[in-house]
């Protein structure tokens, strides 16, 4: 169980969670003293609030925390938001705990601190674990997307294919799994030309990283990752300012990483292989250009129309071998367009999929386990964007537009055996601090499938 977890309950001071509208009837059970010094703080329940009560000894006796109204705005883990600012101690949530399960997660999503680089404080406080919550299945949700977070943070420095690779042939060792990396001139041999083409500029050699855990009798589950370490935009080199944050465009590998890791730790029944395609999308004489035509491992022809497109070509080659085996659920996860943020900002990614109950349950899942993302649809009219006079396909647009449906439309033409297929295009990154998310690399649409692969595939 993880260290900001605990099952003793002696001494824990309680965390009072309370709407405006609760507000007068929790203040009357105040004691008089602690009743006197809310109001002289001036504490209204009012969301993101909160006081310090004194106990009769002197010490915290207790805490208060705003939190809005109940309704369709109100995060789940909002009731976490303090878990970091807390002296050290034990503590108890009560009051208005939509769930307590999520509450929990977010008390352990709160507490996590990047620290490769410098030693922050740590967080201190423990929460008491509420009656009825797992929790080992709470931490191992948690690590796992810290881990994610941990990666995406990770400057593209001490970030690059060879340490994706490594990272998760950890993984493998931790669950027993095995791993394959076709690397460098190897996946021309095994025909994985785009792969080549997009990395082949870096001198971090580029490769294709197989994991493949669980018996072959069971059903086949696949994840694939977009493991660009750092994306200059190749020859249509990036301004600047929008290279800042790249060290990010690999959010997709970590995003499927950290599911990976969930799967087989709580072994579900299930024949799980993760795909990790791993570049730099550098500048060099050997840099792929626009305008050149490529051939893919799907067999299809694919015209350049801009390098900085370079994710949906890495993801093609992959998702075309995940195809191969016809698995029963396919699931890419790609830090991919900016299209989506324009569209649904950064803490809502789209999906797409073709299959109507996949996509029911996607969304429903989201919802309740606080992961959430938004259907987009794979518009079949605007296939025509992506026409190439010279090749079978562009890999890109013309005009502009639809940008991130017109991404989805491209992928979807190498997944053609597989009967439930879904394509997340996630942001990976929190901009501004939320309850427990801080700001930073996130780990999006990853505790989602967890979920959903539970309920296809129930362990026991």
């Known amino acids: 169980m993880h260290s900001l977890l605990t ?6 001071v309680p965390v009072h969670v309370v709407s405006s509208s609760r507000w007068p009837e929790l203040r009357e059970r105040l004691p008089a003293e602690q009743r006197s010094f809310a109001q002289a703080q001036g504490f209204a329940g009012r969301a993101s609030e909160h006081c310090f009560l004194p106990g009769s000894d002197g010490r915290l006796g207790a805490v208060l925390l705003g939190i809005a109204d109940a309704g369709r705005s109100r995060d789940a883990f909002a009731p976490a938001r303090l878990a970091a600012q807390l002296p050290e101690g034990a503590y108890t949530l009560q009051g208005e705990i939509d769930d307590p399960a999520l509450a ?4 352990l999503l709160q507490g996590y601190r990047f620290d490769r680089y410098r030693k922050p404080a740590p967080a201190k406080a423990r929460l008491v674990l509420p009656r009825g919550v797992d929790g080992a299945e709470i931490s191992l949700i948690a690590e796992s997307a810290m881990l994610a977070r941990d990666l995406v943070n990770t400057p593209a420095n001490d970030m690059g294919p060879d340490e994706i690779e490594a990272a998760i042939r950890v993984l493998a060792a931790e669950c027993g799994a ?4 076709i690397a460098g001139e190897e996946l021309l041999d095994r025909n994985f030309p785009m792969i080549h083409a997009v990395g082949r500029a870096s001198p971090r050699v580029p490769r294709l990283i197989d994991l493949v855990w669980g018996s072959p009798s069971h059903p086949r589950v696949t994840l694939v990752g977009k493991g660009v370490a750092f994306d200059t935009g190749g020859l249509d080199i990036k ?4 290279m800042l944050l790249m060290k990010k465009d690999m959010g997709g590998a970590a995003a499927a990483i950290a599911a990976a890791r969930m799967i087989m730790l709580a072994k579900l029944p299930v024949r799980l292989r993760l795909l990790v395609p791993a570049v730099e999308n550098a500048i060099a004489g050997e840099a792929f250009r626009p305008g050149d035509i490529l051939p893919s491992r799907k067999g299809l022809t694919v015209e350049i129309g801009n390098t900085d497109a370079e994710g949906r070509l890495i993801l093609a080659d992959a998702l075309a071998l995940a195809d191969e085996e016809a698995p029963e659920l396919l699931i890419d996860y790609a830090t991919l367009t900016g299209a989506a943020r324009t569209a649904l900002g950064p803490e809502l990614p789209p999906f797409y999929t073709h299959d109507e109950g996949l996509a029911a349950e996607i969304a429903r899942i989201g919802l309740a386990v606080n992961d959430p993302v938004w259907r987009l649809p794979l518009w079949a009219p605007y296939d025509r964007m992506l026409d190439s006079k010279i090749a079978d396909v562009n890999h890109v647009s013309s005009g502009g537009m639809a940008g991130s449906v017109t991404a989805a439309l491209f992928l ?4 053609e055996r597989t009967p439930s297929y879904a394509h997340f295009d996630i942001y990976a990154w929190t901009p501004a601090a939320k309850p427990g998310r801080p700001e930073g690399g996130e780990c999006q649409a990853a505790r989602l499938t967890y979920a959903l692969a539970k309920q296809l595939y129930p362990a026991g």
Do not use: Q
Not at 7 to 12: I, P, S, V, Y
Not at 178 to 181: A, N
Not at 239 to 242: D, K, S, T
């Open 178 to 181: 095995t791993v394959e990396s």
């Open 104 to 107: 929990t997660l977010g008390w």
């Open 412 to 415: 979807n033409r190498f997944v």
């Open 239 to 242: 301004p600047a300012a929008a």
């Open 7 to 12: 099952t003793t309950a002696d001494a824990a």
